[in-house]
């Protein structure tokens, strides 16, 4: 329970204290462009209205989890081929390192010339950006697989998609897990660039509009509720992380006890 608590407190002690440095070092500002923190809190009640999360934020979200699934779904599946088939992996691998190479907003006109300007374009702007580390973290994971345990589940039978499922899945899924870790943060912010084209609603569309029309302190609440958005969805994946893997982080806790 003492652990509980001490691991709590530092998990909140950092944001309150920089919270306060922000109230402290804003509280006088006369700046248009960097106004008191009071200020932008008292705003966001005014901002965010029903209305506007049901016009702004709910699509933002859909369009981040629904690319952020077809980047998972992709890169876990091409990962696996991959990182199971080494002569695959030698004719990938150059193409994979030039694509990796090309930054994702670079891609924005070419995709919005295929796509268009509505949620596709959005949708495959995220998942472009997202699916490399959740990609080469899937070969990765596969490839470090146990030679030993592969040998094991051969002779025991254990072949097809009972392997996959239960060796090779298995084994690389915190190498898996590691690389949505990353993905999501990507997610988040090519979201945000991909509504500031050609939008007509959601978090990135509305933030601009709000700069181009000198509303700043409403501007920065659009900042402030964006990183709020990304805690929220940190908190829910390492749930979710902590769930699936449950049987990983039990073996660390172990094998840390006992050294």
């Not at 006369?30 to 106004?35: A, K, Q, S």
């Not at 005014?46 to 629904?66: C, H, I, K, M, N």
């Not at 890169?75 to 081929?81: E, K």
Request: charge should be positive; aromatic fraction near 10%.
């Amino acid at each position: 329970m003492r652990g509980v608590l001490l691991r709590g407190f530092f998990v909140v002690a950092l944001p309150v204290l920089l919270v306060a440095g922000w109230w402290v070092a804003s509280d006088d500002s006369t700046d248009v462009y960097w106004p008191p923190l009071r200020t932008i809190l008292t705003a966001f009640p005014d901002v965010w209205t029903g209305d506007r999360w049901r016009d702004d934020v709910l699509p933002s979200v859909l369009r981040l989890s629904a690319g952020y699934a077809c980047a998972a779904v992709a890169g876990v599946a091409l990962g696996t081929v991959i990182g199971s088939y080494r002569r695959v992996r030698a004719v990938c691998e150059p193409v994979l390192e030039f694509l990796r190479a090309v930054p994702p907003p670079v891609l924005v006109p070419v995709i919005m010339l295929f796509a268009g300007i509505g949620d596709t374009m959005k949708i495959a702007v995220i998942a472009s950006g997202c699916v490399w580390p959740i990609l080469l973290n899937t070969v990765e994971g596969v490839r470090a697989v146990d030679s030993v345990m592969s040998e094991t589940a051969r002779s025991y039978g254990i072949t097809g998609v009972a392997r996959l499922r239960h060796v090779v899945l298995r084994s690389a899924s915190p190498q898996i897990f590691a690389g949505l870790r990353q993905a999501l943060s990507i997610g988040i912010i090519l979201m945000v660039i991909s509504e500031m084209f050609a939008a007509s609603n959601g978090l990135g569309f509305t933030i601009v509009q709000f700069q181009r029309g000198f509303a700043i302190p409403d501007m920065w609440t659009g900042i402030l509720l964006l990183g709020l958005l990304g805690f929220v969805l940190s908190v829910v994946f390492r749930l979710v992380e902590r769930r699936v893997l449950g049987w990983y982080h039990g073996s660390r806790d172990v094998s840390r006890r006992s050294s």
